[in-house]
């Protein structure tokens, strides 16, 4: 399967504690987009990178979260400090698109973070 | 500031029937308007998406009606099945950012 992946899928963590989400897109694609959705909600944006640049960022992206894609590649999404409040499925999804046009999204399957 | 607007939030329909979704927003600097699937547990995936430059697109039981000077664009789903059932994004597309914004979503349910 080439398609988006998320690792981990789940993840389970003590309030205070540091926790790192790793996407793999789909080879070639330029884009990379990392969402938050909690129940009964739609996809919250929360930043997105072309190629290794991370061009934008939600004011929802507090100074706790960071992201990274170094090589243009695989992507990071490190909560530092985690609060309750950060239980969601956090979504990567990846696009072909360049910097005139997003082109269509590619989802992975999320992973869901637990903070107790 | 909630861009983006659905309804209804839910909706059940009897088997064979037709499922209509609606989606609302507020900014006009958007260029692109897709509807995503979501199972439960899984992210969403594309189902059909139009650009402002037609007012309706079909694929399949799958049809987008779009009204530009209304802000609106819905999905109707013909020949409703079971397997349909699932929750139901509509999005749009800010052609300056290139950052797409979700609706809150609506639950269908299709009854055998």
């Known amino acids: 399967d080439t398609g988006v992946s998320q690792n981990p899928r789940h993840k389970i963590t003590k309030r205070g504690q540091n926790v790192t989400f790793r996407c793999d897109p789909i080879?070639?694609?330029?884009?990379l987009y990392w969402y938050r959705q909690t129940l009964g909600q739609g996809p919250e944006f929360l930043t997105y990178f072309q190629n290794e640049a991370q061009l934008e960022k939600s004011r929802l992206l507090s100074d706790r979260f960071s992201a990274e894609r170094p090589k243009g590649s695989f992507s990071t999404l490190e909560i530092q400090r985690t609060e309750q409040g950060d239980s969601a499925m956090y979504l990567c999804?990846?696009?072909?698109?360049?910097?005139?046009?997003?082109?269509?999204?590619?989802f992975g399957e999320g992973s869901r973070l637990t903070v107790l | 500031q909630q861009q983006v607007k659905q309804s209804p939030q839910s909706l059940i329909v009897q088997k064979g029937g037709i499922s209509i979704i609606n989606c609302a927003y507020e900014n006009t600097a958007f260029d692109y308007f897709p509807w995503y699937q979501q199972f439960p547990g899984k992210g969403p995936a594309l189902l059909i998406a139009?650009?402002?430059?037609?007012s309706e697109k079909k694929e399949g039981r799958f049809t987008i009606s779009f009204n530009k000077s209304a802000k609106q664009f819905s999905l109707h789903i013909m020949d409703s099945q079971p397997g349909d059932s699932a929750t139901y994004l509509c999005?749009?597309?800010?052609?300056?950012?290139?950052?797409?914004?979700f609706g809150p979503g609506t639950r269908l349910s299709v009854l055998p």
């Open positions: 999804a990846s696009s072909p698109g360049s910097f005139v046009d997003a082109g269509e999204l590619f």
């Open positions: 999005a749009v597309k800010d052609n300056y950012g290139q950052n797409f914004v």
């Open positions: 080879s070639e694609h330029n884009r």
């Open positions: 139009i650009r402002p430059d037609v």
